[in-house]
Nanobody, 121 residues
Framework: QVQLVESGGGSVQPGGSLTLSCAAS????????IGWFRQAPGKEREGVSC??????HYANFVKGRFTTSTNYVKNTAYLQMNSLQPEDTGVYFC????????????????WGQGTQVTVSS
């Protein structure tokens, strides 16, 4: 059974950091581009980052603050988030797809259930 499970969300103050994890089972992470997405209340889901075999892409609003990585031994992807701001609040999802790479990156429609990130003072 294919599954993606996010963890690591929580509440932090502005300027704080969190690291999200995305554990994959039922398939190998290396088979697909792995994307992180987020959805704030009342807003559409938006792409945050993408990683495919060392190629990384970031949305302008997180560049320089967020870092995506993968550990293929653990079959887990990560999103390190630094300098968090209130506008980063939302539910964060990992998926075996991303908004970058077009058809050059292999993609599939597997999604995690999401993890809540709340940034407030």
């Amino acid at each position: 059974q294919v599954q993606l499970v996010e963890s690591g969300g929580g509440s932090v103050q502005p300027g704080g950091s969190l690291t999200l994890s995305c554990a994959a089972s039922g398939f190998t992470l290396d088979n697909y581009a792995i994307g992180w997405f987020r959805q704030a209340p009342g807003k559409e889901r938006e792409g945050v980052s993408c990683i495919w075999r060392g190629n990384m892409h970031y949305a302008n609003f997180v560049k320089g603050r967020f870092t995506t990585s993968t550990n293929y031994v653990k079959n887990t992807a990560y999103l390190q988030m630094n300098s968090l701001q209130p506008e980063d609040t939302g539910v964060y999802f990992c998926a075996s797809t991303c908004v970058w790479g077009g058809t050059a990156y292999p993609k599939a429609d597997y999604w995690g259930q999401g993890t809540q990130v709340t940034v407030s003072s």
